[in-house]
T-cell receptor, first 113, second 113 residues
Framework: EAQVTQNPRYLITVTGKKLTVTCSQN?????MSWYRQDPGLGLRQIYY?????VTDKGDVPEGYKVSRKEKRNFPLILESPSPNQTSLYFC????WGPGNIQYFGAGTRLSVL | AQKVTQAQTEISVVEKEDVTLDCVYE???????LFWYKQPPSGELVFLIR??????QNEISGRYSWNFQKSTSSFNFTITASQVVDSAVYFC??????????FGTGTRLTVIP
């Protein structure tokens, strides 16, 4: 089954404790992206990757890191999480090119205490 | 700069009523793509429709229809004979020549039985 898999689905952590949210897709998509969803703000892009070893900042990259060492994986790293990073995070993937449909993972709900 | 506005934050309708969700966009590009996604209470994001800027034909899919008007920069979504299962948050999104999606803030639709 074609899918985007995020783990974990729920995470509670404390300020400053490094964490990684994994994202994997099995559709051979070149493009992958991370978004955060906050009430009243919709979804905002954090980082995206056009292909292996090619990443770029989205609209809200501060406090996050990403890497794309393999085509299927695109982990999101919070080196020193803070309470303002409490949010719902989505990973998405698509084929590269204008207008391609992005398919989303189930989401990761993160709480930073 | 690109922008998507969903002015309706929340809408409530009684089952079987028709409801229209508004989406207004801004872009300087002549080639762009518009999307609607649905986020049911379970939280995942489900793709509904994609239109490109060169195709202003309205589209109907079952109880769903979409009205794309370049003259007013709008891409509105109508649900006919709403059902309780239509209760969700609906997002309108825009992408230009790259894959990056710019989302509106979403409209929460509640269908009352």
């Amino acid at each position: 089954e074609a899918q985007v898999t995020q783990n974990p689905r729920y995470l509670i952590t404390v300020t400053g404790k490094k964490l990684t949210v994994t994202c994997s897709q099995n559709m051979n998509h070149e493009y992958m992206s991370w978004y955060r969803q906050d009430p009243g703000l919709g979804l905002r892009q954090i980082y995206y990757s056009m292909n292996v070893e090619v990443t770029d900042k989205g609209d809200v990259p501060e406090g996050y890191k990403v890497s794309r060492k393999e085509k299927r994986n695109f982990p999101l790293i919070l080196e020193s999480p803070s309470p303002n990073q409490t949010s719902l995070y989505f990973c998405a993937s698509s084929f590269w090119g204008p207008g391609n449909i992005q398919y989303f993972g189930a989401g990761t709900r993160l709480s930073v205490l | 700069a690109q922008k998507v506005t969903q002015a309706q934050t929340e809408i409530s309708v009684v089952e079987k009523e028709d409801v229209t969700l508004d989406c207004v966009y801004e872009t300087r590009d002549t080639t762009y793509y518009l999307f609607w996604y649905k986020q049911p209470p379970s939280g995942e994001l489900v793709f509904l429709i994609r239109r490109n800027s060169f195709d202003e034909q309205n589209e109907i899919s079952g109880r769903y229809s979409w009205n794309f008007q370049k003259s007013t920069s709008s891409f509105n979504f109508t649900i006919t004979a709403s059902q309780v299962v239509d209760s969700a948050v609906y997002f309108c999104a825009l992408s230009e020549l790259a894959n990056n999606l710019f989302f509106g803030t979403g409209t929460r639709l509640t269908v009352i039985p």
